[in-house]
C-alpha cells in the first residue's frame, strides 16, 4: 500500500544534504563511527492535520563540528535552507514532499558535557513543520 503522507525523515535528509554541501554529513542516526562535521535530523512528534494532504511534524536537529563557531554556524545553515525550503514551493524532495511551513520552536543552542569529548561541540534545536507530499 502506498503512503498517504511522506516520511519527515526522508524529506528532511532530502532538503539538508544538497543545502548543506558535501563536506557536511546528514543522517537520521548517531553513527559508530561519527564524521565531524555531522547533522542528525529526524521526527521528534508532531500528526498530522490532514492524513493525506498535510503532515505537521516536530524536528529535532542535532549538529556536531569541531569547533563552536562551525557547530553554531553548521545550525544556522540547517535553520535557513528549512525556512529557505518553506518559502520555495519548488524545492520538493522528488518522490517524497516539500516543506509548506516553517517555525522555530528551540533556536539552536550549546548542549556542553562532562562525558563527551571536549574538542566536539554539539548544538540542539527543535523545528515544526508542515508537509506535503509530492502528488507529481
Known amino acids: ?5 511522506p516520511r ?3 524529506l528532511l535528509v532530502g532538503i539538508l544534504r544538497p543545502a548543506l554541501g558535501p563536506g557536511v554529513t546528514v543522517g537520521t542516526r548517531i553513527p559508530d563511527q561519527m564524521p565531524l562535521p555531522f547533522v542528525m535530523a529526524r521526527r521528534a512528534g508532531g500528526a498530522s492535520i490532514h492524513p ?5 511534524a ?3 536537529v542535532q549538529v556536531w563540528a569541531e569547533s563552536d563557531a562551525e557547530a553554531e554556524g553548521l545550525a544556522q545553515a540547517v535553520r535557513d535552507a528549512l525556512y529557505e525550503a518553506s518559502t520555495t514551493p519548488q524545492v520538493i524532495v522528488s518522490g517524497v514532499g516539500y516543506l509548506s511551513w516553517f ?3 528551540s533556536a539552536p543552542v550549546l548542549l556542553p558535557s562532562d562525558t563527551e569529548d571536549h574538542n566536539v561541540y554539539r548544538y540542539q534545536a527543535t523545528h515544526q513543520i508542515n508537509i506535503r507530499p ?3
Open 134 to 136: 509530492d502528488l507529481g
Open 52 to 56: 493525506r494532504f498535510l503532515d505537521q
Open 103 to 105: 517555525a522555530e520552536q
Open 58 to 60: 516536530l524536528v529535532d
Open 1 to 5: 500500500m502506498a503512503r498517504l503522507l
Open 8 to 10: 519527515v525523515d526522508a
